[in-house]
């Protein structure tokens, strides 16, 4: 459920997160709520308010400083529809960013380039790494800043620091992430030998 959240508004991210972890304990406090969930203390007070005037949860006091949380029928509810609008959303947001790679590798491809390296791990480099396949392309590395770079392999492919990106030989760079385009882009400049090399951002 994890990476749901990614394409949620914030307002039914917090709803959820909350729903989530008090229908695992209605004994946690606010305060372990507030860290749990990411949100703000005043933030998990007001909303649980909220939620309980609209009767999806239910609040017993036990003694004067602590309380149980109880989700309701309404709220059990409520949870599940924010499941299914959360599904809807990151299954809209996926084929929106396939849409988009499979057109930046169009565009590369129809340069006359074959080898190609991917810039950036991401969830977006993993769809255009599926996508590529389609392709006429030849995926022949993946790089990454010389600081996040590990010894794990991706793809079969081991990490390669951008640094060392002429020894992959590629053809053409697609940066597969939509963090930190420009200080990639300086990055390259800083690194590539040839100008002739295509850079394609997202």
Known sequence: MKNLHLFAPLPQLREFSLLEELGKNPFVSQRDLAIRTGIALGATNTCLRRMAERRWIQVRNINGRQREYYLTEGGIWEKERL?????????????????????????????????????????????????????????VGIIEDGGGVSPKEIFGFKL????????????????????????????????IETSSLKIVSL
């Open 83 to 139: 499941v299914s609008k959360m599904v809807s959303r990151a299954i809209e947001h996926y084929v929106w960013i396939k849409g988009l790679m499979r057109g930046k590798l169009l565009e590369i491809q129809n340069a006359g380039i074959k080898r190609i390296v991917f810039y950036g791990v991401s969830d977006e480099m993993e769809i255009a790494y599926m996508t590529s396949q389609q392709l006429n392309l030849e995926l």
């Open 160 to 191: 390669t620091p951008v640094e060392n990106i002429n020894t992959l030989e590629p053809e053409g760079i697609l940066l597969t992430s939509f963090s930190r385009i420009e200080e990639r882009m300086n990055q390259l400049e800083k690194y």
